[in-house]
Nanobody, 124 residues
Framework: QVQLQASGGGAVQPGGSLRLSCTAS????????VGWFRQPPGKDREGVSC????????HYADSVKGRFTISRDKAKNEVYLEMNNLKPEDTAVYYC?????????????????WGRGTQVTVSS
């Protein structure tokens, strides 16, 4: 069974920071691109960021560019999303996902494996 788990969410003030972590069971994420997605309340799920299997290529949605940083630690089989200068519009359930396709020049690839998300709430 392949299961991804996002963790590290919570409640934070605007301008604050959080670091999300993604772990997986049933496969090693070292061989796959990994993406972060979010679903704001009442809205469709959207892509946030992704990182290539090797970790040298990344992509960010325009809405988070310059504020969020994706990284990975292959020794720990973990992927991270550092979120800085958080805004109320960042409030969402955040998910990580993976799959066999790599990043393209235009953005993040479709993903096959998902798991439980973590709630991020940004409010004053």
């Amino acid at each position: 069974q392949v299961q991804l788990q996002a963790s590290g969410g919570g409640a934070v003030q605007p301008g604050g920071s959080l670091r999300l972590s993604c772990t997986a069971s049933g496969l090693s994420m070292d061989y796959y691109a990994v993406g972060w997605f979010r679903q704001p309340p009442g809205k469709d799920r959207e892509g946030v960021s992704c990182i290539s299997s090797a970790g040298h290529a990344t992509h960010y949605a325009d809405s988070v560019k310059g504020r969020f940083t994706i990284s990975r630690d292959k020794a720990k089989n973990e992927v991270y999303l550092e979120m800085n200068n958080l805004k109320p519009e960042d409030t969402a359930v955040y998910y990580c996902a993976t799959g066999p396709l790599e990043l393209s020049g235009t953005g993040c690839p479709p993903t096959s494996y998902w798991g439980r998300g973590t709630q991020v709430t940004v409010s004053s």
